[in-house]
T-cell receptor, first 114, second 114 residues
Framework: AQSVTQPDIHITVSEGASLELRCNYS??????LFWYVQSPGQGLQLLLK??????LVQGIKGFEAEFKRSQSSFNLRKPSVHWSDAAEYFC????????????FGGGTRLMVKP | ETGVTQSPTHLIKTRGQQVTLRCSSQ?????VSWYQQALGQGPQFIFQ???????GRGNFPPRFSGLQFPNYSSELNVNALELDDSALYLC?????????????FGPGTRLTVL
């Protein structure tokens, strides 16, 4: 069965600093990988996705993520964090053999210091 | 283009009661998935409906059931509510089909069971 691990439950960074959120997955085939962001009391917004091709993918709001098959990782990065980036971030893997079911990690809560 | 909508926004029920949550899919989408997000956790897949038929189910008991209507809107029904059913319930719609398709999430329904 597929699984997703986000090792960092909370991360605090200063505004303007760089950010990396870690994601490791377990999946038997080539994964479909996603990063979502959730603001308090809100639904999930897709930041970026990897289906195939270039392993470095660009997303919205200046985020990018790199797929590393050898490490089973899909880490999310941003060069300069803004206060409005404070939110919960979820990594997910999609299973095309199970009706596009998404399996999510436990999330990383990002706090931004002024 | 109208996005995914869910109703109601919030709901309070008591243990043992039954609840129905509703979801309207995004225009052009024929697949609806439901997820349960307990406080402080990532969303967990409940089930998916494709063209009015259940198309995959997660590890949830039979008292969680659903429907999809000809206009592709959907309902999630939960019988015999338990305290642990308190969560944010998220609906996501997608185009469905053989290829993997991105899921678009609604804002969720917050269910509190007392």
């Amino acid at each position: 069965a597929q699984s997703v691990t986000q090792p960092d439950i909370h991360i605090t960074v200063s505004e303007g600093a760089s950010l990396e959120l870690r994601c490791n997955y377990s999946y038997g085939a080539t994964p479909y990988l996603f990063w979502y962001v959730q603001s308090p009391g809100q639904g999930l917004q897709l930041l970026l996705k990897y289906f195939s091709g270039d392993t470095l993918v660009q997303g919205i709001k200046g985020f990018e993520a790199e797929f590393k098959r050898s490490q089973s990782s899909f880490n999310l990065r941003k060069p300069s964090v803004h206060w409005s980036d404070a939110a919960e971030y979820f990594c997910a893997v999609g299973d095309n053999n199970a009706g596009n079911m998404l399996t999510f990690g436990g999330g990383t809560r990002l706090m931004v210091k002024p | 283009e109208t996005g995914v909508t869910q109703s109601p926004t919030h709901l309070i029920k008591t243990r043992g009661q039954q609840v129905t949550l509703r979801c309207s899919s995004q225009s052009g989408h024929n697949t609806v998935s439901w997820y349960q997000q307990a406080l402080g956790q990532g969303p967990q897949f409940i089930f998916q409906y494709y063209r009015e038929e259940e198309n995959g189910r997660g590890n949830f008991p039979p008292r969680f059931s659903g429907l999809q209507f000809p206009n592709y809107s959907s309902e999630l029904n939960v019988n015999a509510l338990e305290l642990d059913d308190s969560a944010l319930y998220l609906c996501a719609s997608s185009r469905g089909g053989a290829d993997y398709n991105e899921q678009f999430f609604g804002p969720g329904t917050r269910l509190t069971v007392l």
